[in-house]
C-alpha cells in the first residue's frame, strides 16, 4: 500500500491498524453468517461439520434440506405469509412514512421536532414493550390473531425508517419548484407525483425495502398477535430449534442472507442514485 510521501511512520502505523481493525471487524460479523451457508448442505440431521464434510466427501453434502422446505406445507405457509404480510405492510408504512415526511419538512410545520420524535418511537422503544402494547391493544379491537392486525403492527414498525430515508432526499429539495408548479396551475396531486416524487422517488423506494426487511425479518410481534395461520419464516424458524432441530433452519436462513443482500444491493443502488440526482449528475 502507497501512502503520501508527507505521511509520517506512525500516520502509516495508525492507517494500517485503522484498516486491520476493520477487515477484523468485517470478519467478526459475517463469518457466523458464512459458516451456515456449508452446514445447510450437510447429509446429516445435525448442525456440526461432520468428518465427510471436512474432507470434502461429496456424499457428505446434499440437497435435501432445501427439498424438505419446498416438501413442508408450514415451511411454505410461512414463505407466503411472510412475503404476503410484509409486502402489505411496506405498501402501507411506504404511503404513510412518504407523506409524513414531507409534511414534516414543511418550514412552517409547528412542533416538527416533537411529532418526528413520536412517529420515530417505535425505532427506539425496545420491542418487547410495543409487541406487549400492541397485544393489549390490538385484543380490545380484535385484531390480535388476525392478518389485519399483524400488517398494521409491521407497518407501524416500518413506517419510521420510510420517514428517515424520504426525509433525508427531501433534505436537498427545491420547495421553489413546488410552489412554481402550484402557481402555474398545477393541482397538489399532480405537483406531487410529476414534480416532488420522481426526486425523492428513490428514498421512497429505499424507505420502502427497509419496511420490507423490517416485516420480513420480524419476530417478537409475531409471536405476541399471530395465530397458527399468520406463521411467518421467523416464527417457523424459532418454534423448529424450540420442537425439531434440523439443518432446514439453515437452508432456510442461507435463503434469507441471500434475499437480505440483494435488497441492501438495490438500496445502496438508490442511495447512490439519489446522490447523483441531488448533484445534478443524472
Known amino acids: 500500500m502507497k501512502f503520501p510521501k508527507y505521511y509520517t511512520f506512525w500516520q502509516k502505523v495508525g492507517m494500517h491498524g485503522l484498516r486491520l481493525t476493520a477487515w477484523g471487524v468485517l470478519a467478526f460479523l459475517m463469518i457466523p453468517i458464512l459458516v451456515i451457508i456449508p452446514l445447510s448442505f450437510n447429509a446429516e440431521p445435525y448442525f456440526t461439520f461432520t468428518p465427510g464434510m471436512l474432507a470434502f466427501d461429496t456424499e457428505a453434502y446434499s440437497l435435501k434440506w432445501y427439498e424438505e422446505i ?46 418526528m420524535a413520536m412517529l420515530l418511537s417505535p425505532m427506539i422503544v425496545p420491542l418487547i414493550i410495543t409487541a406487549a402494547g400492541m397485544y393489549f391493544f390490538y385484543t380490545q379491537l380484535g385484531l390480535s390473531g388476525s392478518y389485519l392486525g399483524v400488517i398494521l403492527a409491521h407497518a407501524a414498525l416500518g413506517t419510521p425508517f420510510v420517514i428517515i430515508t424520504v426525509n433525508a432526499a427531501l433534505s436537498g429539495f427545491d420547495f421553489s419548484l413546488m410552489r412554481a408548479s402550484l402557481g402555474l396551475g398545477a393541482t ?14 428513490p428514498g421512497v423506494i429505499s424507505g420502502g425495502l427497509f419496511a420490507f426487511v423490517t416485516s420480513f425479518d420480524e419476530v417478537v410481534v409475531i409471536l405476541f398477535l399471530a395465530g397458527p395461520e399468520q406463521r411467518t419464516i421467523p416464527r417457523q424458524m424459532f418454534s423448529g430449534l424450540r420442537e425439531q432441530i434440523n439443518p432446514t433452519i439453515l437452508a432456510v436462513a442461507v435463503l434469507l442472507v441471500v434475499i437480505s443482500m440483494l435488497l441492501l444491493l438495490t438500496i445502496e443502488y438508490l442511495r447512490a442514485r439519489g446522490e447523483k440526482i441531488r448533484t445534478g449528475e443524472i
Open 70 to 115: 419446498i416438501n413442508d406445507d408450514k415451511w411454505m405457509l410461512a414463505i407466503k405469509n411472510s412475503f404476503f404480510i410484509g409486502i402489505c405492510a411496506t405498501i402501507i408504512a411506504t404511503v404513510l412514512g412518504t407523506l409524513a415526511a414531507i409534511g414534516l419538512s414543511n418550514p412552517v410545520m409547528p412542533f416538527q421536532r416533537a411529532i
Open 188 to 201: 397538489p396531486s399532480y405537483t406531487f407525483f410529476k414534480v416532488i416524487m420522481p426526486l425523492i422517488r
